[in-house]
């Protein structure tokens, strides 16, 4: 009989079995409406067609006939052309030029203008204007001046006792006379991305030169030039990308011409693709040349990070 003032014992109760751990169900992110049309254009704008060039690169495929696999032929058809290795060659050159001139001419003009004087910012805005030039127009002008009997450049060089050259019409100088109007046209975006740089950097360095008795060009070699490095660095990405696959003022002057003589990757590419309808091979070709834009790219990252290691 139970004590009066006690509860009835409990009777024990089943062992509840463990709860399963339910893992939450997928559901997308809440920004995705705004992130799909984005991917449908980089994939129609850029997967699609590089994927579709690769297809193509793999098949002889000339306009008018139906595609035949062909793998790997047309890419081990290139070491064996010689106009292909020729437009490397001149691609290669013309790019080096193209990069290393106006690096020189926009880091010295950017130091012209960084300096105080009157008139200074109208300069500046004279200096920019070929840059603002259609390369249409920038090759008619130019083709123009590069005349042999009417150009004006032979009459500047006549004043001076210099005999007249053959610019764009000899094989010799077409390259040399292609990288004078790209020199012409895109040092002042070198001389801008560098007067950017030169404005940002600490006074205190040329104040103890200054002090130390540094001449200019101790100043310029040990102090501004390793400061202003990765902005050179910046401009030199910017033109290694567009001189290598320069094709409007090339093509609008020259057309590759004489003969093959400036033929670049992008002109000979544009010419079996579109005069010789291969399309096969000029895809092709297409690949190798973005593989090679990638390599430039590359080495010019590696040369950064040494220059930099060096400095520091």
Known sequence: MARAGLAPPVAPTEELAPAEVLSPR???????????PALVVVVGVIVFPWAFTLWMSLHEWKVGAAPAFVGLSNYARLPTDPRFLDAVWQTLVYTA?????PLILGTLAACVFHARFPLRGFLRGVFILPMMATPVAIALVWTMMFHPQLGVLNYLLSLVGIPPQLWVFHPATVIPSLVLVETWQWTPLVMLI??????????EPYESAQIDGASLWQVFRHITLPLVAPFLFVAAMIRMIDAVKSFDIIFAITQGGPGTASETINIYLYSVAFAYYDVGYGSAI??????LIIALAAALLVVRKR???AVA
């Open 26 to 36: 997928w559901q997308p992110p809440g920004y995705w409406p705004f992130v799909v």
């Open 97 to 101: 030029l193209s990069v290393v001139l």
């Open 194 to 203: 560098v007067l950017g740089g030169l404005a940002a950097l600490p006074t």
């Open 286 to 291: 297409a690949v190798v040349f973005f593989l």
């Open 307 to 309: 220059t930099q290691g």
